[in-house]
Protein backbone atom coordinates (compact mmCIF):
# COMPACT_ATOMS: atom_id res chain seq x y z
CA UNK A 1 0.00 0.00 0.00
CA UNK A 2 0.79 3.25 -1.11
CA UNK A 3 1.71 6.57 1.57
CA UNK A 4 -1.57 8.00 2.76
CA UNK A 5 -2.69 10.77 4.88
CA UNK A 6 -5.46 10.54 6.69
CA UNK A 7 -7.36 12.63 9.71
CA UNK A 8 -7.28 12.36 13.46
CA UNK A 9 -8.87 14.35 15.95
CA UNK A 10 -8.48 13.89 19.78
CA UNK A 11 -12.13 14.51 21.13
CA UNK A 12 -12.67 16.97 23.82
CA UNK A 13 -12.88 14.18 26.59
CA UNK A 14 -9.52 13.41 25.69
CA UNK A 15 -8.49 16.84 25.88
CA UNK A 16 -10.14 16.88 28.88
CA UNK A 17 -8.78 13.80 30.99
CA UNK A 18 -4.86 15.33 29.51
CA UNK A 19 -4.35 12.26 27.37
CA UNK A 20 -3.26 14.60 24.52
CA UNK A 21 0.67 13.65 24.65
CA UNK A 22 0.25 10.02 24.99
CA UNK A 23 -2.11 9.76 22.16
CA UNK A 24 -0.13 11.87 19.57
CA UNK A 25 3.09 9.54 21.70
CA UNK A 26 1.72 6.26 19.84
CA UNK A 27 1.54 7.71 16.30
CA UNK A 28 5.04 9.11 16.41
CA UNK A 29 6.16 6.03 18.02
CA UNK A 30 4.37 4.09 14.95
CA UNK A 31 6.04 5.50 12.53
CA UNK A 32 3.37 8.42 11.52
CA UNK A 33 4.92 11.83 10.12
CA UNK A 34 2.66 14.87 11.53
CA UNK A 35 1.78 16.96 8.43
CA UNK A 36 -0.31 19.48 10.28
CA UNK A 37 -1.54 19.75 13.82
CA UNK A 38 -3.93 21.94 15.76
CA UNK A 39 -5.90 22.81 18.65
CA UNK A 40 -9.80 24.07 18.21
CA UNK A 41 -13.04 24.62 19.58
CA UNK A 42 -15.39 23.55 16.63
CA UNK A 43 -18.74 25.60 15.96
CA UNK A 44 -21.69 23.93 14.94
CA UNK A 45 -21.50 24.32 11.48
CA UNK A 46 -17.96 22.73 11.30
CA UNK A 47 -19.30 19.97 13.63
CA UNK A 48 -22.18 19.57 11.24
CA UNK A 49 -19.43 19.41 8.21
CA UNK A 50 -17.24 16.29 9.77
CA UNK A 51 -20.50 14.39 10.62
CA UNK A 52 -22.70 14.79 7.59
CA UNK A 53 -22.73 11.39 7.36
CA UNK A 54 -24.43 11.09 10.80
CA UNK A 55 -26.94 13.17 10.18
CA UNK A 56 -30.74 11.67 10.74
CA UNK A 57 -28.77 8.92 13.19
CA UNK A 58 -30.71 9.06 16.83
CA UNK A 59 -27.51 10.36 18.42
CA UNK A 60 -26.58 12.64 15.88
CA UNK A 61 -27.57 15.83 17.88
CA UNK A 62 -25.45 14.84 21.37
CA UNK A 63 -22.72 13.93 19.12
CA UNK A 64 -22.69 17.15 17.45
CA UNK A 65 -22.80 18.80 21.26
CA UNK A 66 -20.17 16.32 22.19
CA UNK A 67 -17.51 16.95 19.73
CA UNK A 68 -18.56 20.87 20.40
CA UNK A 69 -18.25 20.60 24.54
CA UNK A 70 -14.12 21.78 24.61
CA UNK A 71 -10.95 21.97 22.73
CA UNK A 72 -10.17 19.05 20.78
CA UNK A 73 -6.95 18.19 18.33
CA UNK A 74 -6.84 18.20 14.88
CA UNK A 75 -3.63 16.26 13.23
CA UNK A 76 -3.00 14.74 10.17
CA UNK A 77 -0.81 11.33 9.98
CA UNK A 78 1.21 10.98 6.96
CA UNK A 79 2.58 7.19 6.48
CA UNK A 80 2.55 3.62 5.07
CA UNK A 81 -1.79 2.74 4.69
CA UNK A 82 -2.48 5.43 7.03
CA UNK A 83 -6.37 5.39 7.01
CA UNK A 84 -6.23 1.53 7.80
CA UNK A 85 -3.07 1.61 10.57
CA UNK A 86 -4.81 3.93 12.57
CA UNK A 87 -7.76 3.14 12.56
CA UNK A 88 -6.68 -0.52 13.82
CA UNK A 89 -5.03 1.54 16.29
CA UNK A 90 -7.95 3.57 17.80
CA UNK A 91 -10.06 0.49 17.75
CA UNK A 92 -13.89 -0.27 17.56
CA UNK A 93 -16.21 2.69 17.96
CA UNK A 94 -17.58 1.55 21.40
CA UNK A 95 -15.01 1.21 24.17
CA UNK A 96 -16.58 -1.13 25.74
CA UNK A 97 -15.70 -3.74 22.65
CA UNK A 98 -12.42 -2.08 21.86
CA UNK A 99 -9.69 -4.72 22.80
CA UNK A 100 -7.05 -3.61 25.23
CA UNK A 101 -3.82 -2.09 23.20
CA UNK A 102 -5.84 -0.14 20.56
CA UNK A 103 -6.71 3.48 22.07
CA UNK A 104 -10.10 2.90 22.70
CA UNK A 105 -9.75 -0.38 24.12
CA UNK A 106 -6.97 1.31 26.52
CA UNK A 107 -8.64 4.68 27.16
CA UNK A 108 -12.81 4.53 26.78
CA UNK A 109 -15.42 2.99 28.29
CA UNK A 110 -18.36 4.83 26.20
CA UNK A 111 -19.42 4.63 22.51
CA UNK A 112 -20.03 8.67 22.23
CA UNK A 113 -17.10 9.98 24.55
CA UNK A 114 -14.87 7.61 22.45
CA UNK A 115 -11.79 9.54 23.11
CA UNK A 116 -10.54 9.85 18.95
CA UNK A 117 -11.97 9.63 15.49
CA UNK A 118 -10.21 8.75 12.24
CA UNK A 119 -11.40 9.13 8.81
CA UNK A 120 -12.50 5.83 7.38
CA UNK A 121 -11.66 5.60 3.47
CA UNK A 122 -9.51 7.95 1.46
CA UNK A 123 -11.86 10.09 0.48
CA UNK A 124 -13.15 11.15 3.99
CA UNK A 125 -9.51 11.88 4.91
CA UNK A 126 -9.17 14.42 1.94
CA UNK A 127 -12.98 15.64 2.43
CA UNK A 128 -11.84 16.18 6.62
CA UNK A 129 -8.35 17.84 5.99
CA UNK A 130 -9.68 20.13 3.82
CA UNK A 131 -12.48 21.47 6.14
CA UNK A 132 -10.19 21.64 9.68
CA UNK A 133 -6.66 22.86 7.72
CA UNK A 134 -5.92 25.52 5.09
CA UNK A 135 -3.44 24.89 2.37
CA UNK A 136 -0.62 26.29 4.53
CA UNK A 137 -1.46 24.43 7.76
CA UNK A 138 -0.44 21.74 6.15
CA UNK A 139 3.21 20.97 5.91
P1 LIG B 1 -16.49 8.57 15.49
O1 LIG B 1 -15.53 7.55 15.02
O2 LIG B 1 -15.99 9.98 15.63
O3 LIG B 1 -17.71 8.59 14.45
C1 LIG B 1 -19.01 8.97 14.82
C2 LIG B 1 -19.16 9.16 16.29
O4 LIG B 1 -20.49 9.10 16.75
C3 LIG B 1 -18.48 8.04 17.03
O5 LIG B 1 -17.09 8.12 16.89
C4 LIG B 1 -19.03 8.25 18.43
O6 LIG B 1 -18.39 9.33 19.11
C5 LIG B 1 -20.46 8.67 18.11
N1 LIG B 1 -21.41 7.56 18.22
C6 LIG B 1 -21.48 6.43 17.46
N2 LIG B 1 -22.51 5.65 17.83
C7 LIG B 1 -23.11 6.29 18.88
C8 LIG B 1 -24.23 6.00 19.70
N3 LIG B 1 -24.94 4.88 19.52
N4 LIG B 1 -24.56 6.89 20.65
C9 LIG B 1 -23.86 8.03 20.82
N5 LIG B 1 -22.77 8.37 20.06
C10 LIG B 1 -22.41 7.51 19.10
Known sequence: MSMQRTLV???PDAVERGLIG????RFEKKG????GLKMIRLNRELAEKL????RGKPFFEEL???????PIVAM?????SAIEV???????TDGRKAPPGTIRGDYSLDIKMNIIHAADSLER?????????KEDEIL
Do not use: Q
Not at 64 to 70: D, E, N
Not at 76 to 80: D, R, T, V, Y
Open 86 to 92: VRNMIGP
Open 22 to 25: EIIA
Open 9 to 11: IIK
Open 76 to 80: ILEGS
Open 32 to 35: FRIR
Open 125 to 133: AKYEISLLF
Open 51 to 54: YDIH
Open 64 to 70: IKFIMSG
